[in-house]
Each structure stands twice: as C-alpha cells, then as structure tokens.
C-alpha cells in the first residue's frame, strides 16, 4: 500500500490508477492455500488473525510469511506445540516472537515493526485461574489494536470477597471497556455488570463439567442475564471479546482526544 501511496505522490499514476491497485492489494493469495485479508486492519481497525489449527506445519509457514512480508506482523491462534517449534525454528532471529503461556497464540512481528498505541484501556476480568487462557486471547488481540491492558484473575463468587480489590483497581485504571471470563454458572459477568457503568463482554469458559459443562451453563446464564450493559460472545472466544472491547476503546480514546 505504500508504494501506491508513493507512486500517487510522484504523479507516477493518477488517483483512478491507485484506486485500481488498492483493490487488488486488498486480498493477498498465498500459492493455492490461503486468500490473506491484508486490508482488514485500515479498513477495519482488525488485523488479520490466522487460525491455526488444522493447518499443516507447511501451510502455516507459508502464510506466516506471507503475512510478514505485506504487514511486518503475523498473529496466530489455535496453534499446538509441533507448530510453535517449526514457527520459532523458521523465524527465530528474523523478528520478535511473542507466546502466551496459557493461550495457544503467538505473535510474530519484523524488527521494524512498530504498533501505534491508540490510547484505549481494555480491564480484563476472570473467575478462576483456569480461565486465563480465553483472557490471555482477549489480552493479545486488545494490544495488538493499539490499547492498554489491566488483566485481573481469580474473582469468582465462589469468594466474592475477592472481586473488591480487582474490581477497584479496574475503576482507578478508568478502562473503557471490561471483558469478564467466568465458566461453570458463568454468574461473575451479571454481578459485575450490576455495580460498573463499563460496557461489559462476558466470555462464558469451557472450565465447567458434567450437566451444562463445557461452557454451555455459563453461556446460558450470561445470555439470561437481568443486568443490562452486558453483551455476550461464543464460549471461550476471548478473541472476539478483546476485538468488541478494543473497538469500543478506541473509539472512547479517540473521542477523549478530540479527534
């Protein structure tokens, strides 16, 4: 894309001619295996993120590179622990690789790669300890739009006690969006959504068993919740929740500064 910019800055080609090209760069092909939205984030403020499972080690590589090479940063989800060695393997000293302990995410980006911070703050709030991985996606993807992050763990209502100090210091922090993480009853985000005026994503976590496990109680409890202010994503889609959050900062961040 710079190098239409460029081009249009010379008077090499006319403004219908970048136009034309804008378009064909939006979409990048990878030989046959992938079609890469490469535009999404100037069209939509969302970076491109590739999910990897299911992915051979081949595939992956390749559009890993690809990605690089049009955008100086690849984010990857989903992926296992033959798919991360053959990443850092590949791309070990050619970057900055970043992994998630808990998450199955990695972040890749050149060295001349440089992520402008937009001034949004993103609070991130789970029930248990076991719900880090879903909040370390929402974690990822939230900075990896630009904006600040408060991750606070282990709140749940089992102690409810314990919600007081992390909730405190989400407020002191003035987030402008709050993402909570709860599996099991899933009943953290209702709680929460009736004592903040933050708008609030709930992420219902698979961390739940037997009758209405795997996040499907949670899921039903959040949809079903009497708080209002609360929006509700698909079990474990911490993804989709640091994306929502990040946008609604972002645009409070870019109001707070009269833009």
Do not use: W
């Not at 937009?118 to 248990?128: C, K, M, N, Y």
């Amino acid at each position: 894309m710079r190098e239409i910019l460029e081009k249009l800055a010379r008077g090499t080609i006319s403004v219908d001619e970048a136009e034309k090209e804008l378009k064909f760069d939006i979409v990048e092909k990878v030989t046959s295996i992938a079609r890469l939205d490469v535009a999404r984030e100037l069209r939509r403020g969302v970076p491109e993120i590739v999910f990897g499972e299911g992915k051979s080690v081949e595939d992956l590589l390749a559009i890993s590179e690809r990605m690089l090479d049009k955008n100086g940063r690849v984010i990857l989800t989903r992926v296992d622990n033959v798919q991360l060695a053959s990443l850092e393997a590949r791309f070990d000293g050619k970057g900055n690789i970043r992994k998630f302990p808990h998450s199955k995410s990695v972040v890749i980006k050149r060295a001349d790669f440089e992520l402008r911070q937009t001034g949004g703050r993103v609070g991130i709030l789970t029930a248990g300890t076991v719900d880090l991985a879903v909040a370390e996606d929402a974690e990822m993807i939230a900075n990896e739009m630009g904006c600040s992050t408060f991750l606070e763990a282990d709140a749940g209502v089992a102690g409810i006690h314990r919600l007081i100090e992390p909730l405190r210091d989400l407020i002191k922090n003035d987030v402008d969006s709050l993402i909570v993480v709860a599996g099991r009853e899933g009943a953290l985000p209702t709680v929460v959504a009736g004592l903040v005026d933050i708008p609030l994503i709930a992420v219902p976590a698979s961390s739940g068993y037997g009758y209405g496990g795997g996040g499907r109680a949670a899921l039903m409890a959040m949809l079903q919740a009497c708080s209002l202010g609360l929006a509700v994503v698909n079990i474990d889609s911490g993804i989709a929740a640091g994306v929502v959050a990040a946008q609604i900062a972002n645009r409070v961040a870019k109001a707070r500064k009269g833009g």
